[in-house]
């Protein structure tokens, strides 16, 4: 991933605007940034949230408040709590998130 033509700047995620994803059960809101390719995002997991589809996109994705499980399609499940993180590369391995309690996100991509 290259950075390049991006000013300094700051972000108040509060003043970006919210997209809702509707997932297999719960739902996902989304506040999203975009700087040339690179697309930042601030991620609510709704409590019981499961994901409607295997996910082949990379991220850098961090978890801020409450807890997700991500499941790769060999059958590896991860367990994350705030604090912990998971990197994948695009086109990588096939994953896909839920949450019992929800989770807050912090995601590039």
Known sequence: ??????????????????????GERGEARWRTRHFGDIRVRMVEYSPGYVADHWC????????????????????RVVELKPGSSYQVADNAEAHRSSTAVGAKLFIVD
């Open 56 to 75: 082949s996109k990379g991220h850098i994705l961090l978890v801020l408040e409450g807890s997700l499980r991500t499941e790769l399609k060999d059958g």
């Open 1 to 22: 991933m290259r950075m390049d033509g991006i000013p300094f700047g700051t972000t108040d995620w509060e003043d970006v605007p919210v997209t809702v994803h509707p």
